[in-house]
């Protein structure tokens, strides 16, 4: 829950950095001191004497900080004179949302005292504040977590339920530092990925947050369908609609999107992770009609995994925006990556230990209902047409040994192991196996496309002994499962 918001006030609040760096390359024509722009933007956030140590640093005392400074101030003032103090996009927005929530509000900036409080009495954030905390009050500046600090015992808000909003290198680490959640605006510079990953979210602009912000005080994101279903058929219209192949994966996302539905329901999920189910559903195939273009065929080992081509489509390539515009502000954020990790792994073999129990279970849910409508898929298209065989060679064909063992071990077989057209089919009916939640095996075999499965048709007495065993072995794993 956060209870308050604390803003760096130079590249955040205000659009001074630019300002500052044609400062400080003002100085360096009129001395001829060669500053590089990484040196520039490490005194980005850092308090004067951190600054300091990076310009004798890299001066080796040939020219004096504090001097150079005063006269990048006073050229920054000279510039202030026309063009202003331009204020960020969004900020009295960002203000005005933290008041109507009854959010305690600070500014924790290196600045010094006169120069910031100058600052925020012009801009008019001011009477938003209930405290401000300079660059001269704490003895350790950014990136030590001591001004968050400071600025959370201000407003009597503890640190975890405190949000950072920050642009600099020093000013994240700062805020990490501090156990505070970090929101990180951009502005002049580019954050290296180690520093990125100490972020709990990244903003285009200050409007943004106020989205992030509700989020995480719980307010509920509620997917719009008609708008999914819409998206989802303009994306599918592209492809060849009369190839069997697209409309079998057409309709069979609508059908595992209600599968979803009904497990999420069975769960007792809230109204809103149930709409993430069935988004999950909607969208969980989306690799395949890319897959089916590009090579014809919906194996993946013969091609590429569906499951992180469509997961790639959705969230590096930005598609998942037009099926739910609600979600580009929360890109990044614990949501965004439950999306991409189910739809990512829900046609893998076993699902990565690493998820956390959150994604996992979404990942389950996912995977069962896309098994219980193989099933259905299985039957009703017929291994002929899915696997390119005649009627004759799946009528004759026996199961494998590699198969008949991984199925007595009631386990799912590996895709290596499939030789003929009835392992394949066998290969699904071991999908049962892997089903989840309870509910899933309920609604697979009141469907009744199982028992179908294990029907059948075969003219070789040899097949027709080895599914009655495989019948055996379904239905005393179901009585155990049920019991």
């Known amino acids: 829950m956060i209870k308050g918001v604390i803003f760096d006030m130079d590249g955040v609040m205000i659009d001074t950095e630019r300002q500052s760096t044609r400062g400080w390359q003002h100085v360096s024509e009129k001395y001829g001191m060669d500053m590089p722009m990484w040196l520039i933007n490490k005194f980005k956030g850092a308090p004067a004497h951190k600054s300091q ?43 005005e949302a933290i008041r109507e929530r009854n959010l305690a509000c600070a500014v924790a900036t290196s600045t010094q005292r006169d120069s910031a409080h100058n600052t925020l009495h012009e801009i008019g ?11 001269d009050e704490v003895e350790n500046g950014k990136p030590e977590p001591d001004i968050f600090l400071r600025a959370a015992s201000v407003i009597g808000v503890k640190p975890q339920e405190c949000v950072v909003i920050e642009d600099s290198i020093n000013g994240i680490k700062a805020g990490y530092a ?41 307010k509920e994101i509620r997917i719009d369908r008609e708008r999914v279903k819409d998206a989802f ?17 057409i309709d069979h996302t609508y059908r595992v999107a209600e599968l979803c539905q009904c497990i999420a329901q069975d769960m007792g999920l809230s109204d809103t992770d149930t709409d993430i189910a ?27 995994s569906h499951g992180e081509l469509g997961a790639n489509i959705l969230f590096r390539d930005g598609l998942i ?27 893998v073999y076993r699902v990565p230990e690493e998820l956390n129990e959150r994604d996992r279970m979404f990942t389950d849910l996912l995977r069962d209902a896309d098994k219980i409508d193989i099933l259905r898929v299985n039957y009703e298209v017929g291994v002929e047409k899915i696997y390119n065989v005649t009627a004759e060679e799946a009528r004759s064909c026996t199961v494998t040994d590699e198969v008949m063992e991984a199925f007595t071990g009631k386990q799912a077989v590996l895709r290596k192991y499939k030789k003929t057209p009835v392992d394949h089919v066998v290969g699904h009916i071991s999908l049962v196996f892997e089903l989840v939640f309870s509910i899933s095996l309920e609604l697979a075999l009141s469907q009744g496309y199982l028992n179908r499965l294990l029907d059948y048709p075969t003219d070789n007495e040899t097949t027709r002994q080895q599914f009655a065993r495989i019948r055996e072995i379904m239905e005393e794993y179901i009585r155990e499962r049920m019991a």
Not at 233 to 249: E, F
Not at 324 to 344: C, H, Q, S
């Open 178 to 218: 501090a156990g505070m959640k970090v929101i990180h605006v951009p502005d002049t510079l580019e954050i290296p990925e180690d520093v990125a990953k100490l972020t709990s979210s990244i903003c285009c602009d200050l409007i943004q947050a106020v989205t992030v912000i509700d989020y995480w005080n719980g």
């Open 53 to 95: 140590e990076y310009f004798d640093e890299y001066y080796h005392g040939r020219f004096d900080y504090w001097k150079a400074r005063q006269e990048r101030s006073d050229y920054v003032h000279e510039i202030r004179k026309t063009e202003g103090i331009p204020v960020k996009r969004g900020l009295y927005i960002l203000l």
């Open 321 to 347: 925006e037009e099926f739910v515009p609600e979600l580009a502000d929360l890109k990044g954020m614990d949501i965004w990556n439950t999306l991409d990790n189910a739809i990512r792994y829900h046609s």
């Open 278 to 304: 069935w988004l999950l559903g909607m969208l969980h195939d989306i690799g395949r009609f890319e897959q089916v273009r590009r090579y014809g065929t919906f194996a993946d080992d013969k091609s590429i």
């Open 125 to 135: 954030a001011m009477s938003y504040l209930d405290g401000v905390v300079f660059g």
């Open 233 to 249: 058929a303009r994306y599918t219209s592209v492809y060849n609609v009369d190839d069997p192949k697209i409309k079998l994966k």
